[in-house]
């Protein structure tokens, strides 16, 4: 019993925890998007319709669900750091300064090759129904949309984790600020306006994806499956043709009252 009890101790702290990151990323970003930014942004909507109280309230609540499976999976991490398995460390000298500075960039890197993969897996037409149709339920996302998956997403997207901090040894602060770098970018792809400056596209940075490229996704239910970085949908020819059109529209003019969506 004193085994289990400490297991639900460990389980409510990380879902604690999670929970703190997330409500951090996406009310930071809406209350940007909503009141502090307002009569900017709305200049910036990447589509006409606007999410209601009732989408919010669904995203919200899956988002919780998802929490859940997050926190069951930092159990499993637990374990398993416990067990050796998991090369998560606190001194920093046990590796060279190189590596400390390093190791977050490559585990970005890392885990947006996974996310795209993983991503574009879950559209295959026998798995989306499964994984990802209740992603795709927010065609017009907002930031509280971030971590509304089913189960078997918010699994997928969970077991990223450990299976990095088995391939690589990451330093504590390395890992948290992965965490925090990873909602604060979910919370702002969902955020239905777009926040990159209009020569985004047109510069070095568009190896970086933006609000528009996301937004387009949950639009067109295909393509653009990336999540940092623009560069596996190119290769692999997966990028909605018409993105950098629609980016600029949304980044340089505001959408007229009667306006479509971006054009896709």
């Not at 998802?66 to 067990?83: E, K, Q, R």
Request: charged share 20%; proline share 4%; with cysteine.
């Amino acid at each position: 019993m004193e085994f289990l009890w400490d297991l639900a101790r460990d389980w409510a702290v990380h879902f604690q925890r999670d929970l703190f990151r997330y409500l951090l990323a996406t009310t930071c970003v809406s209350l940007a998007v909503s009141w502090l930014f307002r009569r900017w942004m709305d200049r910036r909507r990447i589509q006409r319709r606007r999410a209601g109280w009732r989408d919010i309230r669904r995203e919200f609540s899956y988002s919780m669900l998802t929490l859940c499976v997050f926190a069951t999976m930092g159990v499993i991490t637990g374990i398993l750091y416990d067990w050796g398995v998991v090369q998560l460390y606190r001194d920093r000298s046990l590796y060279p300064l190189w590596w400390n500075l390093a190791s977050l960039p490559l585990v970005i890197l890392l885990h947006d090759a996974y996310f795209y993969w993983a991503h574009r897996a879950m559209h295959h037409p026998k798995l989306f129904r499964h994984f990802h149709r209740l992603h795709h339920l927010s065609r017009t996302p907002t930031p509280w949309a971030a971590y509304s998956f089913s189960v078997g997403e918010a699994f997928l997207m969970a077991i990223f984790s450990p299976l990095a901090m088995i391939l690589l040894p990451l330093h504590l602060l390395v890992w948290l600020s992965f965490l925090f770098i990873m909602i604060f970018r979910n919370a702002m792809l969902h955020a239905s306006c777009e926040f990159h400056p209009r020569g985004w596209v047109d510069g070095p940075l568009d190896l970086l994806t933006t609000t528009t490229h996301h937004d387009l996704h949950h639009q067109r239910f295909h393509g653009n499956y990336g999540f940092y970085f623009t560069w596996w949908d190119r290769w692999m020819g997966t990028e909605l043709r018409n993105y950098k059109q629609a980016f600029r529209q949304a980044a340089g003019r505001e959408i007229e009252d009667s306006g479509e969506a971006a054009p896709v």
